[in-house]
């Protein structure tokens, strides 16, 4: 099971997306900087033990409407090899664990094996702050299949669970910035 330990970041997590998401290209801002702040997510074990992920949700309220996004991540002792150049997120310092090289999770297959070992039921979802502690409210609906499967992550994140899912997604929640609960698909079995 992960540790969360309570320590610094420097720089934090925030400001590490806040530099980065403008130049995805499902980013929904227009112009200017992003004003996130954290809404919610969980975590996911590694089996091996060396690599941190987090499914964070970030909200922006820099635009007229906030708008939710979903930011996997993975943080690791080493750089991450062959990695493409945009799998970076950043470097950051923490304040136990030294330097942590901070990825998007859709890059790193220690996150996606352990993502799609959560569709298929052969993973439990973790609280975003505490250590050795399950999430019930992370679910999944639907059954995925054994093997041999792609994932699709929503990266920006429906207001509601309106969407109906044909196959194993993974349902989630978030808090708006007036304090407004919402839950909504992070993630579906895509079909080949």
């Known amino acids: 099971m992960a540790t969360v330990h309570r320590t610094t970041m420097t720089p ?3 400001e590490l997306i806040t530099g980065w998401l403008p130049q995805q290209k499902w980013y929904a801002g227009h112009t200017g900087t992003p004003d996130l702040t954290g809404a919610g997510g969980f975590r996911l074990d590694d089996p091996a033990g060396e690599v941190g992920i987090e499914f964070i949700v970030v909200v922006d309220t ?13 943080y690791r002792g080493a750089a991450l090899e062959d990695a493409p150049e945009e799998a970076l997120i950043g470097t950051s310092e923490h304040g136990v664990l030294g330097t942590r090289w901070i990825y998007d999770g859709v890059h790193d297959p220690v996150v996606l094996a352990q993502l799609g070992a959560l569709l298929r039921g052969d993973a439990e979802p973790q609280r975003q702050s505490e250590s050795d502690t399950p999430d019930p409210t992370v679910t999944v609906r639907g059954t995925g ?7 699709r992550i929503n990266r920006v994140l429906p207001s509601t669970e309106a ?15 007036d304090g407004t609960a919402a ?9 080949r």
């Open 183 to 191: 839950r909504g698909v992070f993630a579906a079995v895509a079909t």
């Open 145 to 151: 299949p054994a093997e041999g499967f792609d994932v």
């Open 62 to 74: 820099a635009a007229e409407e906030p708008v939710a996004y979903l930011v996997p991540l993975s």
């Open 12 to 14: 934090t997590k925030l």
């Open 163 to 177: 969407e109906q899912e044909p196959t194993a997604h993974l349902v989630a929640g978030w808090t708006w910035p």
